[in-house]
Structure formats: structure tokens, C-alpha cells
């Protein structure tokens, strides 16, 4: 919190800090040692102005800072960026004007979000288990929903916060000429995908002279669990291609089975011709 911008909107920013936090009041109230029946108030704007011993103890409790600065000084520490949110997550302004169906405003440390498919609805079980037509829906989908699980919002925040911030590079340190890696990463956290592969000589492997024809063998690709329906594989293998034009490698090779053959053909590989389980990515070169 600064105090730089004029009047602090302590409502909203205590319900705001609250959900970074993933504490409901009864929770925040325990830990900061202020009533719930004044925490209340203070985030619904009733009453008069809280104390800033109450509203300080508040913020430390949910992880905040209180910083106090006199006018004209600029900060030591700048602001960090916020992770873009997803289409159907809703901006907090909006959010604290909506309520649900009894009038009521949604828990703050909630991420309330838009139903835009079946699949945004945790309600939506059945979904998942076989397909029905809608006028079939056993009830009625509303237009907004949450998590109430705390592990599941914790992996929901884990995933926007990854596919906000994942940053993709081929690595060439401690790495042969004829090796090829790729890692996706997210600042801070490390590697959460990896690509690898390498370059054989097809004038070797022929026993022709082609003019040092090279082709790429697939050797892996490993994303982490809880990260693999984001598109970091898909991008991965984008980045290989690109790669390839670049390099004038026109062919990568595959050996899959299961799952992963499905995952490959949707990336842009083909089957190989009477060999169920190898599959072929062919790039064009780039145009001159």
C-alpha cells in the first residue's frame, strides 16, 4: 500500500490482498488478531475510517507492506508486474461490483471467473464422463464461477502465472554442435519444459554423398506435471521449426506410442508410411 496517488481504497485493497493470499476473512481475522465483525466492515466501506494500527495489522497478516512517503520522494523498489490473467478471470474492479444469485458479493479470495465452456464449471462433473446435448444438461450452468477447493486454486494460480510468464530459448552451453535443446522457463522458478534432440548425417546413415544432408531425431520432450495442457510442448516443438528453417534442416524424426502420437500429429508430424509409431515433421525452408 502507498499513500503517493491520494486516498487509499482500504476496502478494496484489503479484499484484493486477501485473495493473493487465499485467506477468507474468518481466516485473516484469526491471523491478524482483528475482529472479523470489523474486518467486515471495513471492506464493505461502512463506518468511519478504520485505524491504521487496524488497517496495518490487516495487510501485514495477508502478506502486505504498509509504505509511507512523503510527497514528491520516489520508491526504492518498483513495482513487480502482474501476471496477465486469463479471458474468463475477471478484473477486480468488476469484481467487487458483481453478486451472486442472493445479492450477496463474492468471497474475495476467490477467483471468480466466467463459465465460457462446460469445462470452467467444477460443477460440470458429468462433462467429463460422456457427451449430452444441452437441452439435456441436468442443471442449469451459471455465469460465473470459483473454486472453492484450495489445492485446486492454488494449481489454477500456478498455471495462469505460468502461461503468463514462460519464456522459450534453445540452450547451447555444455552442449555438442550437434545437439539440440529447448527449454521453456519462467522467471524465477526454472526450467518447467524441455526439448531435446539431435542431427544425424543422412550421407552416413545412406552411404551416399548428399552434400552433408542433415535430419533431426527426436529424443524427448518433458513438461511438468500439472503444466501439460498450457501449449508449452506445442510452442517447444514450434520453436525446433523455426529453428530448422533456419539451420536449412528440413526433417525431424519421431518414435511415440500412445498419447504421444496423438500429441504429435496435432504439433504438425505425420505417420510414416506402415510404422504406426514413427512419425516425420517435415519443415519448409524459409523463402529467400
Known amino acids: ?29 484469526e491471523r491478524s488478531g482483528v475482529p472479523k465483525s470489523t474486518l467486515a466492515r471495513i471492506e464493505a466501506g461502512q463506518g468511519a475510517g478504520p485505524a491504521f494500527r487496524t488497517v496495518e495489522r490487516l495487510v501485514r497478516a495477508a502478506g502486505g507492506e504498509v509504505v509511507l512517503k512523503l510527497p514528491g ?3 526504492s523498489a518498483a513495482a513487480d508486474e502482474s501476471p496477465q490473467a486469463p479471458d474468463n478471470e475477471l478484473r477486480d474492479e468488476l469484481r467487487d461490483e458483481l453478486r451472486d444469485e442472493a445479492g450477496r458479493r463474492y468471497p474475495a479470495h476467490l477467483d471468480v471467473r466466467r463459465v465460457l465452456t462446460l469445462k470452467d464449471w467444477p460443477a ?15 442443471v442449469r450452468v ?48 526454472g526450467p518447467v519444459g524441455e526439448l531435446r534432440a539431435h542431427e544425424r548425417s543422412l550421407d ?7 552434400g552433408d544432408r542433415r535430419e533431426l531425431v527426436l529424443e524427448s520432450i518433458v513438461v511438468a506435471p500439472g503444466l501439460r495442457t498450457l501449449g508449452v ?7 525446433l521449426a523455426r529453428e530448422m528453417a533456419t539451420a536449412d534442416i528440413r526433417t525431424t524424426r519421431a518414435i511415440a506410442d500412445g498419447g504421444n502420437v496423438e ?11 506402415g510404422r504406426p509409431s514413427a512419425l516425420t515433421l517435415e519443415v519448409r525452408p524459409p523463402r529467400p
Open 1 to 29: 500500500m502507498a499513500a503517493d496517488k491520494g486516498a487509499i481504497d482500504v476496502a478494496a485493497t484489503l479484499r484484493d490482498l486477501r485473495r493473493r493470499a487465499d485467506l477468507s476473512q474468518r481466516e485473516l481475522a
Open 73 to 75: 520522494a520516489c520508491s
Open 124 to 138: 460440470a462433473w458429468w462433462v467429463h464422463s460422456y457427451t449430452l446435448p444441452q437441452r439435456l444438461w441436468p
Open 142 to 189: 451459471p455465469e460465473l464461477t470459483y473454486d472453492l477447493d484450495r489445492a485446486r486454486r492454488d494449481e489454477r494460480r500456478l498455471r495462469d502465472q505460468t502461461r503468463a510468464q514462460v519464456r522459450f530459448r534453445r540452450a547451447f552451453e555444455g552442449l555438442p554442435a550437434t545437439s539440440w535443446r529447448f527449454l521453456a522457463e519462467v522467471p524465477g522458478a
Open 204 to 210: 552416413l546413415l545412406l552411404g551416399e554423398d548428399w
Open 233 to 239: 510442448g506445442r510452442q517447444l516443438i514450434e520453436l
Open 263 to 273: 500429441f504429435l500429429l496435432a504439433c504438425g508430424f505425420e505417420l510414416q508410411t
